[in-house]
């Protein structure tokens, strides 16, 4: 076999693996196959220069960076259609009626029905089988020549099969997948770059790309759904039928689609596309219905430069723009801190909306949402109304950005975001209102403080009321009481007495169960129970470092730091205050930690100024290796260490005969201490 045929038998048998991957979605051999094929073509292509051409499905990507877009005159105008957005029995109705007085006929007409794709319109010239030229809409009369980066395109075939055509021009619209939207933005994001707004500007920007190697980079399909300028084949007599061919010839065209007879059936595929409209794999904005018969196509003919024998029948739009009046936050269930854009009310997929969800403060940042701002609100089917995207050439010059409060707007507690973590948290835990009932059941839960009968329906009586406030509200007899209790909703004597009684059973606890119930970020049970065996007093965790809480097993910085961080919320603290002086208890001890730890049960005493590190961190490196850091040196002191300058204490340890490290001493010792 020679190059040449080789060359071509390779270019045959790799554009029907493609026509079965891209258009049929049925692929026939594996992808490394298809890629060794693929590579072979591309090293005899290398080898015999003169034998490549542009319709090798090598050259789908590549080609040089443009200067800007050839313009391309139209042989055949491109026209767009009317636009019906009544319901979806009248816009049906009034086109059907329109047709057949127009034709003055009475009988019923056949009509093809599609999709209305949302994408970009595209003409696509194929001569003798070849695409030779891609063109955008334009004004109708003259678009640009987009070619090479239509080539990129999968699915539109760079050759056609079984046609004869001297000239096809196919006419069709470029789309992205929703798929394939999703996937760009999740790779943009996670590589920190520009995402997409919508798969329609996704669609519409990659083609006017002037670079077809980025293009390239952006997935993107094609429907046909309809032709321009044929010379030298013989059209079939509907339109039906001419999506039938494009088929045979090897190009995409939605299955989708229906031929029907009169006005109720067009209603018919209105209302079922509706209804199905957030499960398509793409975007659409409406139907289009055509007269099927090309005859009479011909004896409609146009209206001011629209088809008489074609209407687009929309949907409710599932995208308005709208003006960001505020950002307020929102404070869920758990905590976490929400903003929402607060939006001038605008009609947008089957409703008002004056809410859009944000996610959260880096979303903000990517979307670049300021308030002001002129945004593209979306709600698709049931999904909350989100903000996609910002008009930025309509930011006025007193937008303002937005900033995350440093306190709960609820409860006034602190307000962090943990490194790594999108969502900014209220730390008010117990002591705001939003996270109370969350907190309330889970304190109340069974293995928790296990206060049987204090169910969901009770707690949410108990906080919408405003009977309970806190968690030592619980426990307060002035507040909680048979009485109290007996007086709400369907809650009987008998019931009231069988709380009352469990909350005082609950009283005596265990020091993990306690920790447990107070609900701290990433304190599980377990976590909960390997705090108190190391620690064995409550206190002991209260006042607990950062560093101290890393000594103890399975607590990383994310665990530690969220104790610390709970515990340093006075509110918190007070609640817990309040439990203990109300009756909650349990058993304390030593805790297992300070026997096993290089310096357990020794007491320092620090003095002077280190120069290498602060005091503080001198004194929570000691305490992480079981020491006790005390303020004056007495007999019981173990080790001085004295920095520069040190005084009084320092000649204190001399009298006393206490051994004293200087600052090299210490670091040398810590050192040591640490690597065991
Ligand atoms: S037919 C002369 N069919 O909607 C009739 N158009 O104004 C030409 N569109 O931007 C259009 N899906 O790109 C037709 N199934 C479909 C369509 C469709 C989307 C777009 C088209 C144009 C607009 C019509």
Redo the contacts with the bound molecule.
């Keep these: 076999m020679t190059a040449a045929q080789r060359i071509a038998q390779l270019r045959t048998e790799l554009e029907q693996h493609n026509h079965a991957y891209y258009v049929l979605d049925a692929p026939t051999i594996p992808d490394a196959e298809y890629d060794k094929l693929f590579r072979e073509l591309q090293e005899l292509e290398a080898r015999h220069p003169e034998l490549l051409t542009p319709d090798s499905p090598t050259q789908r990507v590549g080609g040089k960076v443009l200067d800007g877009f050839a313009a391309v005159r139209h042989a055949v105008p ?6 019906e957005t009544d319901t979806e029995s009248s816009g049906a109705t009034n086109f059907d009626t329109r047709v057949r007085n127009a034709l003055g006929t009475s009988g019923e007409i056949e009509y093809a029905c ?9 003409n696509l010239r194929y001569e003798r089988g070849v695409l030779v030229q891609a063109a955008t ?1 334009g004004d109708g009369e003259t678009g640009e020549d987009v070619t090479q980066n239509v080539r990129t395109i999968h699915c539109i075939p760079l050759h056609l099969k079984n046609c004869i055509a001297e000239v096809l021009e196919v ?3 470029v789309y992205m997948s929703r798929r394939d939207f999703e996937r760009y933005n999740e790779k943009q994001r996670s590589q920190g770059l520009a995402t997409l707004v919508n798969p329609r500007n996704g669609a519409a920007g990659s083609i006017r790309q002037l670079d077809p190697a980025l293009a390239a980079k952006r997935p993107l399909s094609f ?1 046909a ?2 032709l321009g300028e044929v010379q030298g084949w013989n059209l079939p007599p509907t339109h039906s039928g001419i999506l039938d061919a494009l088929v045979q010839f090897g190009l995409p065209v ?1 299955e989708d ?1 229906q031929v029907v007879h009169g006005a109720e059936m067009l209603a018919a595929f209105h209302r079922s596309v509706a209804f199905r409209r957030d499960e398509l794999p793409f975007d ?5 219905y ?1 007269v099927n018969s090309l005859a009479l196509q011909k004896k409609l003919g146009f209206v001011s430069r ?2 008489r ?2 209407v ?1 029948h929309k949907f409710p739009a599932e995208e308005q723009l709208t003006i960001v009046r505020d950002i307020e936050v929102q404070v869920g269930r758990t905590g976490k801190l929400t903003p929402v854009a607060k939006l001038e009310p605008v009609f947008v997929g089957g409703t008002t909306v004056s809410n859009a969800t944000l996610h959260n403060e880096g979303e903000i940042r990517r979307k670049d949402v300021h308030i002001g701002d002129t945004v593209i609100v979306r709600r698709a089917g049931d999904v909350i109304p989100e903000v996609v995207g910002v008009l930025l050439e309509r930011r006025p010059a007193d937008a303002r950005p937005f900033v995350m409060p440093a306190t709960c707007p609820v409860c006034g507690s602190h307000v962090v975001r943990e490194e790594g973590e999108a969502d900014a948290r209220c730390t008010g835990g117990l002591f705001c209102a939003a996270q109370r009932k969350q907190a309330i059941l889970h304190f109340a839960g069974r293995r928790a403080m296990d206060i049987e009968g204090l169910g969901d329906k009770l707690v949410d009586q108990l906080v919408d009321e405003n009977i309970i406030h806190s968690l030592s509200d619980l426990y307060d007899k002035k507040v909680l009481n048979s009485r109290s209790l007996a007086a709400l909703d369907r809650m009987a004597e008998k019931s009231a007495q069988n709380i009352v009684d469990a909350l005082e059973k609950s009283k005596s606890t265990t020091l993990h169960r306690f920790l447990f119930a107070l609900g701290i970020r990433h304190v599980g049970e377990t976590t909960a129970k390997d705090l108190a065996r190391h620690f064995g007093k409550l206190d002991a965790i209260m006042q607990a470092s950062a560093e101290q809480l890393l000594t103890v097993h399975d607590v990383g910085p994310v665990v530690a730091q969220s104790i610390v961080a709970f515990f340093g919320e006075v509110h918190n603290r007070e609640v817990v205050q309040q439990l203990r002086t109300l009756g909650v208890h349990w058993e304390e001890h030593e805790g297992a930690s300070n026997e096993t730890l290089p310096l357990s049960g020794k007491t320092f005493v620090l003095t002077g100024t280190l120069v290498t590190m602060s005091r503080d961190e001198a004194k929570s490196r000691l305490e992480a290796l079981g020491a006790k850091v005390a303020g004056s040196v007495s007999k019981k002191t173990d080790c001085v260490v004295a920095g520069e300058e040190a005084g009084s204490k320092l000649i204190r340890a001399q009298e006393l005969n206490v051994s004293i490290w200087n600052e090299a001493e210490l670091i040398q010792q810590l050192k040591e201490c640490e690597k065991t």
């Design positions: 491109m026209l767009s259609i009317r636009t599609e999709l209305k794709f949302d994408g970009l319109a595209i809409r006419r069709g619209e429907y759904y309809g939605c689609r659409i904005d409406g139907v289009v055509k629209e088809p024998w074609a687009a």
